[in-house]
């Protein structure tokens, strides 16, 4: 069974420092991994989705990261803000037909003014 | 509105009460998926739908639980005879299926459920 293991589980840094957040996973069989925020009480956001193909992708300050041989995501925060506190999911899906996700326990990030 | 929905957003209940939460996907979408979330740790997969056929059902889906999609559109899940442990976040998802190796899946705002 595929497992997704997030470290660290929490991490707090002042405004404007860069951070990155790991993942990763034990089963390389992967179609994509994919990266959400969640706001303490709410649903999923969608931050990138990174296909077994592609090495990276880019989003405004955020860059994900993937080593499917390693079985390794980075997800790169750039110059932290406030507004960015919450919690980080990292997801990877599988290739049976569900496509279900698999997810970590998150990292909660606080940038603290 | 073009996003998820999910109904109702917080449901406060007594053990051995039954309880239905609904979900409406993006109007689009064939596929639908519930996950369950306890506090502290990511979603899991619960079930999923496409059209209106319920294809998958994960263990941690007990006898309690069942789930309908009737007409492909919208879906239910229901507890029966609820417990403390069933305390959750529940996250709808729904996603196209299409030609390729993913669907990307879009969620509602869940629905938190405490058994007391």
């Known amino acids: 069974k595929q497992e997704v293991t997030q470290i660290p589980a929490a991490l707090s840094v002042p405004e404007g420092e860069n951070l990155v957040l790991n993942c990763s996973f034990t089963?390389?069989?992967?179609?994509?991994l994919q990266w959400f925020r969640q706001d303490p009480g709410k649903g999923l956001t969608s931050l990138l989705l990174?296909?077994?193909?592609?090495r990276e992708q880019t989003s405004g300050r955020l860059n994900a990261s993937l080593d499917k041989s390693s079985g390794r995501s980075t997800l790169y925060i750039a110059a932290s803000q406030p507004g960015d506190s919450a919690t980080y999911l990292c997801a990877v899906i599988d290739q049976t037909g569900a496509n279900n996700l698999f997810f970590g326990t998150g990292t909660r990030l606080t940038v603290i003014p | 509105d073009t996003g998820v929905s999910q109904d109702p957003r917080h449901k406060i209940t007594k053990r051995g009460q039954n309880v239905t939460f609904r979900c409406d996907p993006i109007?689009?979408?064939?596929?639908l998926y519930w996950y369950r979330q306890t506090l502290g740790q990511g979603p899991e997969f619960l079930t999923y739908f496409q059209n209106e056929a319920q294809l998958e059902k994960s263990r941690l889906l007990s006898d309690r639980f069942s789930a309908e999609r009737p007409k492909g559109s919208f879906s239910t899940l229901e507890i029966q005879r609820t417990e403390q442990g069933d305390s959750a976040m529940y996250l709808c998802a729904s996603s196209l299926l299409q030609a390729g190796p993913y669907n990307e899946q879009f969620f509602g705002p869940g629905t938190r459920l405490t058994v007391l």
């Open positions: 109007s689009e979408h064939n596929r």
């Open positions: 990174i296909q077994s193909s592609q």
């Open positions: 089963d390389s069989a992967i179609y994509n």
